[in-house]
């Protein structure tokens, strides 16, 4: 055999031995996986409605007295009472459920909202209903238990629980 | 990772867990890649030798082909989700040991050396096939029969007793072997065998599930002194009685390397379970009166010392000392980039060339860079053993690991350490690359248990058993 041939094996060893631990490292890296962020923009609100508004309350709000009022339709549900206080919804046309059951867009950890206790929605003109799905305990819109879809005034407190959800501009 | 919260446009985010890939696909190319390497190491080392490509090369490679391959398949039936690594680097690291053994059976000076003394030369190498092919085995049985790691700590009082025992073993009439003046060796039914490598795994068991239970009467019950958290006198109990263990196993067996890997074992579990720097304070000072202490008075112990000191003062007159000066020329003559496989001079050690002095072939012919390679592959599999403690949920399992990846480290760091002239020689055997059995197979199971734990560390968590939806809604009573 000849010494170049030997040489380049010799050579050529050691580069893949190298090869292989620079490999494996690649492999280490590759591995560190931490966890997922995702971003629930209004985007995926619409696409995945049943992501729940449980975790990373924003900034909470303070209510002013009654709320501000408008002309125009409210753009955003916040949760102004409970264990969720401060959540906001972006309100795009969607129906938003409320209740214990783990894909309601607002999920309530509270023992006295039903599974589905009740929904929220735009009819043909725009205008918010709010419709008790036939819970246990009640939906009270403005200390009144609603009895049939009612539209949602601009500033009427919605209590279920002990969770108060207001929509506002 | 934080959540990234846009109070504008009132976006929030989730965080949420992801799933862990398997990786077994990952595994499956590096093992190919393991394979592949000894395979040219192999051929490499014909050419040098004879011009030409050894005839078993294609038996070498199948074999260590079906090896990897079965343990691949193994993983993926009883260890799916563990880590990607540890097969691979342990397959490689045994597939270049074999290789080298070969390399060194093959050399003439070593052949007329054993046939002068025994009269008979017969090759190590087909039996380090066996006994890795046995080592193999005897992983799939622990990924096999050991559904979870946990049912081990039932067994820590067991294990104590079961390690003292191995320990003690070869001192033990008829049944232990003196080799060479260290007495770490049984001989059962025509074999011998090193109970001391088994009893590494057994006793780690043993210090895991009785650190779990005490560490915090070991961490938090101290008083601070000079900036050290000194621990009560009684708390002092458990440490002492591994250090007499360790003293009497250095006196009695006249094994260096079993006594120093026990207690470095020991303090590292401690310091683990602890995190209290005074244990590795106290374990250091301990170790090196003990050294110490056992140094003056031991000869075998102290014909290590010197020719540690002294490697080529005393060249002529000691055995011991002859093979140090050799083991360094070897280091010494590889440089950079070694003499390539087989064309090196490293039989010159003589006896225990392919085991306890393994690794100065490696030195030689793969020089400096070849050496680092390898240290990073054993480091690799240290991190791996490390990172699968750091993952694991329960604290028999961190400690478990840590205590197995620990003794592999110490393990390491002691035999590349000996044959370097950092520290003394002493009887033990580098994982996976040295001739004999016993190494090679409690090695494997060794990285078994690491791969059992691993899997249940990294096993994405089930899904919750019970549906919250499905609970009655309380009822307001007015």
Known sequence: MSELTLTV??????????????????????????TRVTQRGARRETARPQQGARQAPPPQ?????????????????????????????ALQGQTITLGRAHDSTIVLDDDYASSRHARIYPDRDGQWIVEDLGSTNGTYLDRSRLTTPTPIGPGSPIRIGKTVIELRK | MSSTTNPSAQHTSTIGAIGAPSRRNTELA????????????????????????????????????????VGHLVMRKFAAYADPLLLPLATLLNG?????????????RLQNLAERQYGVFSPSAPNQLLYSA???????????????????????????????????????????????????????AGFSIQPGEFAKIIIAIFFSGYLMVKRDALALASRRFMGLYLPRGRDLGPIITIWAVSLLILIFENDLGTSLLFFGMFVIMLYVATERTSWIVIGLLMSSVGAVGV??????????????????????TSGACEQIGQSIMSFGSGGVVGTGLGQGNSDLIGFAANSDFVFSTFGEELGLAGVMAIFLLYGLIIERGVRTALAARDPFGKL???????????????????????????????????????????????????????????????????????????VVRP
């Open chain 2, 400 to 474: 478990f690991a840590i205590g197995l990846s620990g003794a592999f480290a110490l393990q390491v760091f002691v035999v590349a350490g000996g044959v370097m002239g950092l520290i003394p020689l002493t009887g033990m055997t580098m994982p996976f690359l040295a001739a004999g059995g016993s190494s090679v197979i409690a090695n494997w199971a060794l990285v078994g248990i690491l791969l059992r734990i691993s899997d249940t560390a990294r096993r994405p968590a089930p899904a919750p058993a019970s549906n919250p939806d499905a609970e009655m809604t309380q």
């Open chain 2, 30 to 69: 590096l093992l190919a890649f393991a394979v592949v390497i000894p395979v040219f190491a192999y051929a490499n080392v014909g050419l040098a030798i004879d011009g030409s490509v050894p005839s078993g090369l294609l038996a070498y490679g199948l074999g260590l082909g079906l090896m990897a391959a």
């Open chain 1, 61 to 89: 709000r303070q209510q002013s007295g009654g709320g501000r009022r408008g002309r125009n339709a409210p753009t955003k549900l916040v949760v102004t009472e409970g264990i969720l206080t401060g959540t906001t919804v």
């Open chain 2, 295 to 316: 140094a003056s008075f031991a000869s075998h112990v102290q014909a290590r010392v010197d020719a540690w000191l002294d490697p080529f003062g005393c060249y002529q």
């Open chain 2, 96 to 108: 270049l040991g074999l290789v080298v053994i070969w390399r060194l059976d093959q050399s003439e």
């Open chain 1, 9 to 34: 094996m010799r050579l050529g060893f050691l580069a893949v031995l190298w090869l292989f631990v620079i490999v494996a490292v690649q492999v280490i890296r590759s591995d560190l996986f931490g």
């Open chain 2, 134 to 188: 046995v080592g193999l085995a005897l992983f799939v049985a622990v990924l096999v029969f050991l559904k979870d790691h946990r049912i081990l700590q039932r067994y820590t009082y067991i294990s104590m007793v079961g390690a003292l025992v191995l320990l003690l073993l070869p001192l033990v009439p008829g049944v232990g072997a003196d080799v060479f003046g260290a007495k770490i060796w049984i001989s059962v």
